[in-house]
Structure formats: C-alpha cells, structure tokens
C-alpha cells in the first residue's frame, strides 16, 4: 500500500494542512517531548513504514531461510553425495564425448581393481568370463567343424578320429567319415593342447587329469588319454557310453601295437599309416545305424529285444486277425438274419469257435448252407435253432399244398391271410373240397377261404 492509496479516505491526525512536505517531515520526526499525541504518531509511523517495506522485507526473509537451507545442505554429506551423484553420469558422458583423457586417468585404476578381484575372488571372475569363454569356444569349433545337413536323420555319428602323441601334442593319424568336411589335424590337435593347458592351469588340475569331453550344442569331442597318446573322437550327436569304453578298449590297443614307435617319434607319421584303416573301420562300425547299434548290444539284450519283437509281432498278428475275422463272422450272421424264417437271437465268436442261436421254420434255408463262400470253417461253427412256423406268406402256402394236396387241375393262392382255390371242382372232388376247408382253418396265417372261378 502507497500513500497515494490514502487519497479518498480520511487522513489519520499527524496529517495536517501545511502549505510545503518540510513542515510535514519536521513534525513527523519530532520528539521534543513525552506526550500521547506523539506516541500515536509513532505507531503511525510504524505502521506507514511496514506499509512501504513489506515486500523488501519478505525479499530478505526468504533470502535468509534460503541461506540457511545452503548452509545445512553444504554441511550434511549425505545430501552433498546425493547431489553429486545426479550429476556423476552426465558429467562423465559428456567429458568421455569430448576426449579420452578420462578413459587414460582411470585406466590404472580399473586394470588394478581386476587383477585385484581375480586374486581375491576368481569364482566371481568365473562367473563374469563365463558368458565370453563359451561363445568364443563354440566359434572356434564351429570354424572347425562343418555341419552335417543329414544330423537329424541319425541319433549320433562319429564324423572323425584324431590321434595325438601326447607329450608333443601332434597328430600322428586322422580319418574322418564320408559325409563330414575333413579339417586340419594340426589345428584341431592344437586346439585340444591349448585347452588343456587353459584347464590345468587354471583349476591346477593334476597332469594325468585330461579333459575328457568338449560340447558345443549337437557337437562334441569324446578324448581318450593315454601314456604316450590321446583320441579324440568329433561325434554329432548324442552317443551312448558304450562308445567311449569302445574308444578305451581301441587306446590300450594302440598303446600295446605300436609302444616302440611312440617310444622314438620324432615327427615322422609313416610308422602309424597302417593305424588308418584300423580307425576308419572303427569309425564305421560306431556310427548311429541301427546296423551298428544292434551289433554294438549285449547279448542279452538282444535276446530280450528278440523276444519283445517277437511278443510284438504275435499281438499285431492277433490283433490284426481278430479284427478280420470279427469282420468275417459278422458278415456271415448279417447274411442269415435276412432270410426268412430265420431269427438269430445270440451270436458268439471266439478263437476257433463261433456259436449261433435263433429260431427257424423248417421251411427256411439251413445256416450252414451259407457257411460256403463266408471263409468260415463248418466245423467250427455250431448252430442252435428251435424250429417255429414263419408267417411268411410263402411258407404258409407251402405248407398248405403240403397238407392239402389239392388234386389235378386245383391250385391254391394265399392273399392277405386269405387262401383261394382255383379250378374246376367235379363231383369227384367236392369231397376233397369240404376236407380242405377244415383242415386250411388249423393253418396259422389262413383266417378265410374262398373258391374261385
């Protein structure tokens, strides 16, 4: 509020009318004496002054709790650690985008702090080097070892075979099989001493306590050790056991063949060249074929796999034959129940057995007439029928001229449960004819008779 906010509201009593502002100002700050007028004056002063300072001095309030606010966080190093820490990362960018200089100073540190760490805690080394090891060993391998595109086809295959002098670590012979690239025996013999050198080194392993298997997906490196020499067999796929103790077996038969050309190898593979088909051989004989695996199997399990295909084989055959035979029987019961006068009511059928129970009129065709032409053997089927007389309208006639026997020149038909004679009746035969009728009425299936013209 200003003094110009004044204008139009009654002015307090220190104003008062004076020709000039020096008059009003020497009034104001007088103070000759004690008296109530110039204590009102005082407060009035007071008041007009806060009136006139009251932004200033909210200016310099905030000023100073801001000041206190800087100085404790200046003084608290959590809150400083906390402020520098928003700011660490961006600094750090943006210095690393301008130049290497902080890449150079803190160099020493980082080298220093690892090899401090891998003394201190090689497990957490292992396990920070682990997602690097196993991808730079697959593709050196992978470089190595061409795929197979008929893998799949096969549970495993033994692709290539390395023989390596042991304390030179080079080949003295290789073979591989038809299908897989043959890569080079010195590079994959270095390979395996490099690795070696990496496990003993490294886990201080003992000298004698070689590395018996490297995998890289479907690919894998059986290795055999021996005194003098090492195998080592490329296998894609998955191989079972029986195949390394194969490898054992084919090492200790090298070792006792060829003893005295280990002894004094200098170099020169010639002294093993007869090795090569002996591992070629090897190679063939332990591949994935059901050839192989079969002959690769104890006796006793082939005896018991025998017997389980034979068990198999008799069960589809029964199978197989039950199901034809079902076939068979049913169609020979469906072709008696459609003749007349036939009723079956159970039917049965069991190995070399077959049973079949009904009703039939005397008229109607034997079942066992129908056994022809079903494969059906006669003798093993056995039939139950109790006789009944059919109201079928033909057998109903039948039996009429069987137990009429209407003479010459008469014929009966049946029509709709009524029985017509038919024919000239002479004196010879109205005798016949009163017979007829009453015989005809016992005849399940005749309810009237007439003569007909």
Same mark, same amino acid.
């Given at each position: 509020?200003?003094?110009?906010?004044?204008?139009?509201? @009654?002015?307090?009593?220190?104003i008062?009318?004076?020709?000039?502002?020096?008059?009003?100002?020497?009034?104001?700050?007088?103070?000759?004496?004690?008296?109530?007028?110039?204590?009102?004056?005082?407060?009035e002063i007071? $008041?007009?002054?806060?009136?006139?300072?009251?932004?200033? =001095?909210?200016r310099?309030?905030?000023?100073?709790?801001?000041?206190?606010?800087?100085?404790?966080?200046?003084?608290?190093?959590?809150?400083?650690?906390?402020? $520098?820490?928003?700011?660490?990362?961006?600094?750090?960018?943006l210095?690393?985008?301008?130049?290497?200089?902080l890449?150079?100073?803190?160099?020493?540190?980082?080298?220093?702090?690892?090899?401090?760490?891998?003394?201190?805690?090689?497990? +957490?080394m292992?396990?920070?080097?682990?997602?690097?090891?196993?991808?730079?060993?697959?593709?050196?391998?992978?470089?190595?070892?061409?795929?197979?595109?008929?893998?799949?086809?096969?549970?495993?295959?033994?692709?290539?075979?390395?023989?390596?002098?042991?304390?030179?670590?080079?080949?003295?012979?290789?073979?591989?099989?038809?299908?897989?690239?043959?890569?080079?025996?010195?590079?994959?013999?270095?390979?395996?001493?490099?690795?070696?050198?990496?496990?003993?080194?490294? %886990?201080?392993?003992?000298? %004698?306590?070689?590395?018996?298997t490297?995998?890289?997906?479907?690919l894998? !490196?059986? +290795?055999?050790?021996?005194?003098?020499?090492?195998? $080592?067999? !490329?296998? =894609?796929?998955?191989?079972?056991?029986?195949?390394?103790?194969?490898?054992?077996?084919?090492?200790?038969?090298?070792?006792?063949?060829?003893?005295?050309?280990?002894?004094?190898?200098?170099?020169?593979?010639?002294?093993?060249?007869?090795?090569?088909?002996?591992?070629?051989?090897?190679?063939?004989?332990?591949?994935?074929?059901?050839?192989?695996?079969?002959?690769?199997?104890?006796? #006793?399990?082939?005896?018991?796999?025998?017997?389980?295909?034979?068990?198999f084989?008799?069960?589809? %055959?029964?199978?197989?034959?039950?199901i034809?035979?079902?076939?068979?029987?049913?169609?020979?019961?469906?072709?008696?129940? @459609?003749?007349?006068?036939?009723?079956?009511?159970?039917? @049965? =059928?069991? %190995?070399?057995?077959?049973?079949?129970?009904?009703?039939?009129?005397?008229?109607? +065709?034997?079942?066992?007439?129908?056994?022809?032409?079903?494969?059906?053997n006669?003798?093993?089927?056995?039939?139950?029928f109790? $006789?009944?007389?059919?109201?079928?309208?033909?057998?109903?006639?039948? #039996?009429?001229?069987?137990?009429?026997?209407?003479?010459?020149?008469?014929?009966?038909?049946?029509?709709?449960?009524?029985?017509?004679?038919?024919?000239?009746?002479?004196?010879?035969?109205?005798?016949?004819?009163?017979?007829?009728?009453?015989?005809?009425?016992?005849?399940?299936?005749?309810? =009237?008779?007439?003569?007909?013209?």
């Amino acid at each position: 509020m200003s003094l110009l906010s004044l204008q139009g509201k @009654q002015k307090p009593k220190w104003i008062s009318p004076v020709p000039n502002s020096e008059d009003a100002v020497a009034k104001l700050v007088d103070t000759s004496g004690p008296s109530d007028a110039t204590t009102d004056e005082s407060t009035e002063i007071e $008041a007009v002054r806060k009136l006139l300072f009251a932004a200033d =001095r909210t200016r310099i309030e905030e000023g100073l709790k801001r000041l206190d606010q800087l100085e404790q966080k200046l003084s608290d190093p959590k809150t400083r650690a906390r402020d $520098a820490s928003e700011v660490l990362v961006p600094a750090m960018r943006l210095r690393i985008s301008e130049g290497e200089e902080l890449g150079e100073v803190l160099k020493p540190v980082v080298v220093s702090q690892f090899h401090q760490t891998a003394r201190d805690e090689p497990d +957490i080394m292992a396990d920070a080097l682990f997602p690097i090891l196993g991808p730079a060993m697959r593709k050196m391998i992978t470089a190595m070892l061409t795929p197979d595109k008929k893998a799949k086809k096969r549970r495993y295959r033994l692709e290539q075979l390395f023989l390596i002098e042991k304390e030179t670590g080079l080949p003295v012979c290789h073979v591989s099989s038809d299908s897989a690239s043959t890569q080079d025996a010195d590079m994959v013999s270095g390979m395996l001493s490099a690795i070696q050198s990496f496990v003993h080194e490294a %886990f201080e392993a003992d000298e %004698f306590d070689g590395l018996n298997t490297l995998q890289v997906g479907e690919l894998s !490196v059986w +290795i055999e050790w021996g005194p003098s020499a090492v195998l $080592a067999a !490329v296998i =894609r796929g998955v191989a079972p056991q029986k195949v390394r103790e194969a490898m054992q077996v084919k090492l200790e038969g090298i070792h006792q063949a060829y003893q005295a050309e280990f002894s004094g190898y200098s170099g020169d593979t010639a002294p093993f060249d007869p090795l090569r088909p002996e591992l070629h051989d090897f190679l063939h004989t332990h591949d994935g074929t059901f050839k192989n695996k079969w002959r690769n199997l104890p006796n #006793r399990i082939k005896q018991i796999l025998l017997g389980l295909a034979i068990a198999f084989l008799c069960f589809v %055959f029964w199978t197989v034959y039950g199901i034809y035979d079902t076939h068979r029987w049913n169609n020979y019961v469906h072709s008696v129940e @459609q003749r007349p006068g036939i009723i079956v009511t159970d039917s @049965q =059928r069991s %190995f070399r057995d077959y049973r079949l129970s009904g009703l039939r009129d005397p008229l109607a +065709i034997d079942p066992s007439e129908l056994l022809e032409g079903s494969g059906l053997n006669s003798k093993q089927v056995t039939f139950q029928f109790k $006789a009944y007389q059919a109201l079928n309208p033909d057998f109903t006639l039948r #039996r009429l001229n069987k137990l009429l026997a209407p003479p010459e020149g008469i014929t009966l038909a049946l029509e709709d449960n009524t029985l017509f004679i038919k024919g000239d009746l002479g004196l010879d035969k109205v005798k016949w004819f009163e017979q007829a009728k009453e015989l005809a009425r016992v005849v399940t299936g005749v309810d =009237r008779i007439y003569l007909a013209d």
